[in-house]
C-alpha cells in the first residue's frame, strides 16, 4: 500500500489517500471518495508543467535546476519523451572532470529514443545531444593540452571514448545530420591524432606522444572513413581534419643503439611503455625519469661505438626481452 497526495472533490482538503482502497472518507467533510478518480487530481505542478519549467531552465542554462524538474516530471510520466531529454542535456552540460555526467546524458537519450523521439524533434534532438557531447570531450582534451602527462591520458581516453558513445546515438537518432557525422569524425579524429607533450624543461628532443593502441586507432580510423563518405554523399568538396598521429615520443637510448626509431625492437619498446608501464604509478614514474636523463646518454651513445654496444648489451637487449615477455603474458590473459 501506497499514499498518493490528492484533494476532496467536495472540500477541496489535501489528502494522502492510500492507493489499495477503492472508497474512503475525507478526513475534513467526511464524504465518501472514489479513489480512483480522486488520485488523479495531484498536489503541485502537473508532469507536462514541470516539463516546461524544465525546458525554460535549461535554456537560461540552469542546468541542474532543469535536471531537478526533469526528474520530477518523470517521477509523474516515466515516458515523458522530452522529460529524459532536458533531464540529459541538464545533466550533461554540469559535466565536470571530477563529475563528468555523459555517461548519465546518453542513457537518458537512449531512453528517450527507446520510448520514441517523433520524427519531426529527431534532428534537433541528435544535434542537441552532439553538443553537449562535444563539449564535454573538449573540457577533458582541454585539461589534458593544460596538463599532458602519462596520468592524464588513461582517463582522458575513457572520458573520449564515453563521449564516442554519445555521438553513435546522436547518429542513431538521426542518421543524416551532416552537423551530428561531422562532430564525430572531428572527436574521432583528434583522438587518433595523440597527443604530444614536452618535458618540464622545455627540449622539443624530449618530446613524447601519447597514443591509443594500434587497434584502437585502426578501429576508429575505419568508422572515421564511414563517416566522411557519408558526409561526401551531401557535400562532394567537404575536406576531413587530419588523423595523422603526431610523430611518436622516441626511446632515445633504444634508438641511439639500434639506429633508428622504426627498428623492430625500438617499435617493441615503445608498445610496452604504451600498453604496461604508463599504466602503473611505477611504470609513469620510470618514464618520467627517462626521458628527463637519457637524452644526454643517447648523444654520447651516438658518439661512441664502444660505449654503445655495452650499454645495448647490458642494458637494451635485456629490457628488450623482458619486454617481450611480459607483452606475451599480457596477450595471453
Known sequence: MAFVPAKCPQCNGDLQ?????????CMYCSSAIVVKEVIK??????????VDLARHALESQNNAEATQLASRALEQDSNNVEAWMIKGLGAGWSSKLIDFRLPECTNCFKRA???GIPDKDKELAA?????????????SNNHLIQFPSYDSWPPHVNRAFQALEGMELAHKICPDSVEVMKGLVSL????????TFVDWQGTNEWS???ELQPEAINKLKTRIKFFEDKIRGHEPNYQPPSTESKASGGCFIATACFGGENHPKVLLLRRYRDEVLIYSTFGRAFVAYYYRYSPPIASRLRHSKQFCNLIRFVVV?????LAKIVLSIKSAV
Open 41 to 50: 487530481v495531484r498536489v503541485g505542478p502537473s508532469a507536462a508543467e514541470l
Open 17 to 25: 489517500i492510500p492507493d489499495d482502497r477503492e472508497i474512503v472518507n
Open 208 to 210: 613524447s606522444n601519447l
Open 317 to 321: 637487449e635485456p629490457a628488450v626481452k
Open 113 to 115: 529514443f527507446e520510448i
Open 127 to 139: 544535434i542537441q545531444l552532439s553538443k553537449v557531447t562535444l563539449a564535454g570531450f573538449n573540457l
Open 188 to 195: 574521432a579524429s583528434q583522438l587518433v591524432k595523440g597527443h
